[in-house]
């Protein structure tokens, strides 16, 4: 059974960094590909980065040049790096890895930014 649990979020002011863990059960090299996503409430939920096997990384616009996605295959963990923190980002982030023709979803984790 393929787990991934998130950690990593919080409180923060604006400005401030956070970084969200992605805990992977099971070999990281097996999924083609990995990402973050976001929901907001009372939006639907967006891809922020996602991260290909082959390491190309992407990202939505509003996050680039302040999100950095990666992955530790030792760790079987992923990463998103998050700085500059807007009131906007403030949403639950959930990170999701396909594998074969299935798809994994962490239970999420919440990253408030706000004064």
């Known amino acids: 059974q393929v787990q991934l649990v998130e950690s990593g ?3 923060v ?11 992977v059960s099971g070999n990281i090299f097996s999924f083609y590909a990995m990402g973050w996503y976001r929901q907001a409430p009372g939006k639907q939920r967006e891809l922020v980065a996602d991260l290909t096997s082959t390491g190309i990384a992407s ?5 680039k040049g302040r999100f950095t996605i990666s992955k530790d295959n030792a760790k079987n963990t992923m990463y998103l790096q998050m700085n500059s923190l807007k ?3 403030t949403a639950v ?9 299935s798809t994994f979803w962490g239970q999420g984790t919440q990253v408030t930014v706000s004064s």
Not at 59 to 63: A, F, G
Not at 93 to 101: D, L, M, P, T
């Open 93 to 101: 982030y959930y990170c999701n890895g396909s594998r074969g023709a």
């Open 59 to 63: 990202y939505v616009d509003s996050v």
């Open 87 to 89: 009131p906007e980002d």
């Open 9 to 11: 979020g919080g409180l």
């Open 13 to 23: 002011q604006p400005g401030d960094s956070l970084r969200l863990s992605c805990a």
